[in-house]
């Protein structure tokens, strides 16, 4: 019997880091809306033919980039469920500050609304984790009280919450 094995191509890789690391640095520059794939070509040192290789135009490869730190920020959350606090804190803030680039360019380019809503809503789906995990029936009261409450009780109970997802979405 053969097996088939997809592997990808070193070089496709390092041209693919490159392109998003270019436009990474570019929206960290310049509003998104100006950015061109010339642009993008010219700093990552790669033909504009292989930017369109792998991605249909700016849009394309901003919604890949995006997705891609979506999947990666939810299994950390499903991770950081398993560690205590500290440990839990280091493997989010290891990440950020690895890919602090990114997540300054998001917040502060045209990028940001979507990439808002999509991180809000992975905050969401891992605040459901969390009270699934933590808030037991004897405390589901705690529900109709303030979140404060809850994030107090869960020191003692969970004390591997992170305590500043809840804050971005306010």
């Not at 490159?18 to 642009?39: G, Y």
């Not at 919604?63 to 469920?81: G, Q």
């Amino acid at each position: 019997m053969i097996t088939i094995v997809s592997i990808t191509d070193r070089r496709v890789l390092k041209s693919q880091e490159a392109i998003k690391s270019a436009f990474i640095k570019l929206m960290n520059e310049k509003p998104f809306d100006t950015i061109t794939m010339q642009d993008i070509s010219d700093h990552a040192n790669v033909g504009r033919r292989t930017i369109y290789h792998h991605y249909s135009d700016k849009f394309d490869l901003l919604d890949k980039l995006i997705e891609e730190h979506i999947d990666e920020l939810r299994r950390l959350c499903k991770e950081a469920s398993d560690l205590d606090f500290i440990e839990s804190n280091v493997l989010w803030f290891d990440y950020f500050e690895v890919h602090y680039s990114f997540f300054s360019a998001m917040l502060l380019s045209k990028g940001a609304p979507f990439f808002r809503n999509r991180f809000l809503a992975l905050v969401n789906w891992y605040r459901g984790i969390l009270f699934h995990e933590w808030i037991t029936p004897t405390t589901s009261h705690c529900r109709s009280t303030s979140w404060e409450f809850i994030r107090k009780e869960s020191i003692t109970k969970a004390p591997h919450e992170p305590f500043l997802l809840y804050n971005l979405t306010n």
